[in-house]
């Protein structure tokens, strides 16, 4: 069976007479020449109606033609070098499938909830494609990636009675005979056990936090990936980090161009993106920091400010490493050469955007982790399974998260990441 025709398609197809099914972007006319654009999704088109040369009916309905109604055109493609896909259509024939009355959104400008109020309507807008076309590659590149070094796919719960990350985002839900449920903050305590098992695993999917921040950097839920490696240390983990940032950036850059260009990104600055990436300890971070200024005291996590200052001291993502102990999650191996800190690290995008991974060495030690879980307060039967991998065969094992919307948002150049993601949840946003 002949698949659909799509835009995309044509310039194969010039000098042929074809039929195709679009939505209308836009029309003008003239009164004797109208001009119409369609949209598929693949691509723009452009069709050209002279009013002496196509039926009556023909000019007619083009005539009456609203934005975002869906049509079957046919007509003649031909080279047009002006055009963006370098063809236009001579048109002959049109019926109109589903019409369009008053489409809410218009060339004219939009307020910000406006628009995420009609975010189902808004995706068909050319910005909001691109985006979700880099997304598109974002998440393919990390799924290449992982797969061409021989990392396993492993899928984890998205149920789950141990906690991840932190006690205070957690979205709870009641489970049957067995109380509390909490939504997946992280598949990492999963992970560790699958990469005793496989070696070298990672998994991909949505992550939930009761965040009730409202910033630029955060959604309730968002997609992480995952990997986790045994045997790597904090080193290791660090050079594969830089190895998958170079390798998405990349990717984007080879073959999303005219999305980025849709978008108005300065790509100059992800061709910047390359290894090595600077690293500086989370100690010598604060003293810098503090030595320009910033009002931060040795002890606390960084936060969104301290973040964008670091970031601009180089021209391409930053580590900072070992952070103090009481900054980070119960799970990170502790320092031996300085027990205040961990082994761990963020990685921070360049130009304002801030932490897109955050990875660690896991703390190996059986005796060790069951005090952090203790110091913590966490409930130790949900962690014995937990524990158990430290009990049989231990071993030294590193691994990282990485945020798909920040990362996305950072390609893409957009200021927020409830843009980077097709229908955004947040504190205040649950539909559409
Ligand atoms: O630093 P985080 O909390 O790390 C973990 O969850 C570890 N378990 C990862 C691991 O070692 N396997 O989160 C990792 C990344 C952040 O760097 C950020 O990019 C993203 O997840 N992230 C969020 N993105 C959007 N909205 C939020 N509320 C986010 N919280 C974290
Ligand atoms: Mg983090």
């Known amino acids: 069976m002949e698949d659909v025709l799509r835009i995309r398609d044509l310039p194969n197809r010039v000098g042929e007479r074809v039929s195709l099914r679009a939505w209308v972007a836009r029309t003008r006319s003239s009164g004797k020449i109208a001009f119409v654009v369609l949209r598929d999704g693949t691509g723009y088109l452009q069709c050209v109606v002279p009013k002496n040369e196509v039926d009556e009916v023909v000019w007619e309905g083009v005539k009456e033609l609203t934005q975002e109604t869906s049509v079957s055109v046919t007509g003649e493609v031909r080279a047009d070098p002006r055009s963006p896909g370098g063809v236009e259509l001579g048109l002959t024939g049109i019926e109109i499938i589903g019409g369009s009355v008053d489409f809410p959104i218009t060339p004219k400008e939009h307020g910000t909830s406006f628009l995420f ?3 189902h309507l808004w995706l068909r807008s050319s910005r909001q494609a691109a985006i979700m076309k880099v997304r598109h590659e974002v ?4 799924r290449d990636f992982f797969h061409e070094r021989d990392f396993y796919l492993v899928d984890t719960p998205l149920l789950t009675a141990a906690i991840g990350e932190e006690a205070t985002t957690l979205f709870e839900t009641d489970y049957f005979d067995l109380g509390k449920a909490y939504l997946a903050q992280t598949g990492q305590l999963y992970l560790e056990a699958a990469a005793a098992a496989l070696g070298k695993v990672y998994c991909f999917g949505p992550t939930f936090r009761a965040e009730k921040s409202k910033t630029r950097r955060h959604l309730t839920e968002f997609w992480m990936v995952e990997p986790e490696v045994a045997w790597y240390d904090s080193d290791a983990n660090m050079d594969l980090q830089q190895d998958f940032v170079c390798y998405i950036v990349e990717r984007c850059l080879e073959r999303r161009k005219p999305e980025l260009e849709t978008l108005e ?6 061709e910047a993106v390359q290894a090595p990436f600077p690293r500086i300890s989370y100690s010598d971070a604060v003293a810098k920091l503090q030595a320009e200024g910033q ?3 040795w002890g ?3 936060g969104a400010e301290d973040e964008t200052m670091i970031a601009t001291w ?3 993502p ?4 070992n952070y103090p102990k009481e900054a980070k999650a119960f799970y990170m191996k502790r320092n031996p050469d300085d027990p205040r800190t961990v082994l ?3 990685c921070l995008a360049p130009e304002g955007y801030g932490e897109i991974i955050g990875g660690s060495q896991r703390e190996d030690d059986h005796d060790i982790l069951l005090s952090r879980i203790r110091e913590e307060g966490l409930p130790e039967d949900a962690y014995g399974w937990y524990l158990d991998l430290r009990k049989y065969g231990t071993f030294v094992h590193s691994g990282f998260g990485l945020g798909v919307e920040r990362t996305v948002a950072w390609v893409c150049g957009i200021p927020h990441v409830r843009e980077a993601i097709a229908f955004p949840r947040q504190m205040h946003r649950l539909r559409p």
């Open 295 to 297: 009002n931060i005291e």
């Open 318 to 321: 930053v580590f900072v490493y």
């Open 314 to 316: 180089h021209d391409r």
């Open 117 to 119: 109020e009609r975010r």
């Open 265 to 270: 990104r300065d790509t100059t600055r992800l």
């Open 300 to 302: 606390k996590d960084l």
């Open 344 to 346: 761990c690290n963020d």
């Open 139 to 142: 998440v393919q590149a990390i």
